[in-house]
């Protein structure tokens, strides 16, 4: 392309006035949408504040939160160690160790013998949620996780399964049967207080 062609636009910068150089009409213009916001939180006008923890947050029903490993109508773990859930975890944070299910299992061939998850490395994605072929794994709507050290935030199977006592009766399995007629398919999170018992092993 050649400079003379007539193609080509020529832009020129525009030439700024005296306050534009100055820059204060930028200034009050930013400030007066500050003051805005300030005026509309001091007359209570479209607060968001939540005062937690006297006021729990509802989060949306698709939140994902803390993990659970969810039991079959025998009490058993539904997982079945096909590891498709660490495989799809972009974050590398599930470790699962599988074993020969017991001869009195007759519907599946091996079971998790070890299911750890580390909530500090994890993301919360949801893929292995996805991934997961028989509904084992599913993050609930738990948000106030808190641990003392790095070891309290390594769940293994035995605080997984115990998520699922607490949040089972809450926020039912999604997928664990198709709904009866007139149900909707939907389930409303209802967040549970995330206590400090059987999670501090």
Avoid at 32 to 41: F, K, M, P, Q, S
Avoid at 87 to 115: L, M
Wanted: overall charge negative.
């Amino acid at each position: 392309m050649k400079a003379d062609d007539p193609n080509v636009k020529r832009v020129t910068p525009p030439v700024l006035t005296w306050s534009e150089k100055t820059y204060l009409p930028q200034i009050l213009g930013g400030l007066l949408v500050t003051g805005r916001h300030i005026l509309g939180a001091a007359l209570g006008k479209g607060a968001v504040t939540v005062q937690y923890p006297e006021e729990q947050h509802v989060p949306s029903p698709n939140y994902r939160g803390v993990h659970r490993l969810n039991k079959d109508d025998q009490g058993r773990v539904k997982c079945v160690a096909c590891m498709l859930c660490a495989t799809a975890c972009p974050a590398h944070c599930i470790d699962i160790v599988g074993a020969t299910a017991p001869d009195s299992w007759p519907d599946r061939e091996k079971y998790c013998e070890s299911f750890v998850i580390d909530e500090l490395r994890c993301i919360y994605c949801g893929m292995c949620e996805e991934a997961c072929p028989v509904e084992a794994i599913e993050l609930t709507g738990l948000y106030d996780l808190t641990g003392l050290s790095r070891q309290q935030m390594i769940f293994d199977k035995a605080k997984l399964l115990s998520v699922f006592d607490l949040t089972k009766d809450a926020e039912p399995m999604r997928y664990n049967s198709p709904p009866a007629p007139g149900v909707p398919t939907s389930t409303q999170v209802i967040p549970t207080k995330f206590t400090s018992g059987p999670f501090d092993q």
